[in-house]
């Protein structure tokens, strides 16, 4: 697989969950529960859900540089 591909998917991977961790804090007026923050948004476990994301973005961003860096050597 090319360097850039493997870089491209990983940082693909990365953003798409970035975006998944901001989703989980949107209020919505139709949730059934209210977050642990206490209002209502889409994910009930708004704040716990959002930092699970943000690491899962950071360890796709971290794995798809480190691929990268050991494709240029």
């Not at 850039?4 to 953003?15: E, G, R």
């Not at 798409?16 to 989703?23: G, Y």
């Not at 642990?36 to 009930?44: D, F, T």
Request: charged share 10%.
């Amino acid at each position: 697989m090319n360097k850039n591909k493997i870089y491209t998917f990983f940082l693909v991977l990365s953003v798409s969950s970035m975006l998944l961790a901001v989703i989980t804090i949107i209020p919505s007026p139709g949730a059934s529960k209210p977050s642990l923050l206490g209002y209502y948004a889409v994910c009930s476990f708004a704040p716990i859900s959002t930092l699970i994301f943000v690491v899962i973005s950071a360890i796709f961003y971290v794995v798809g540089k480190r691929l990268y860096a050991a494709k240029l050597k």
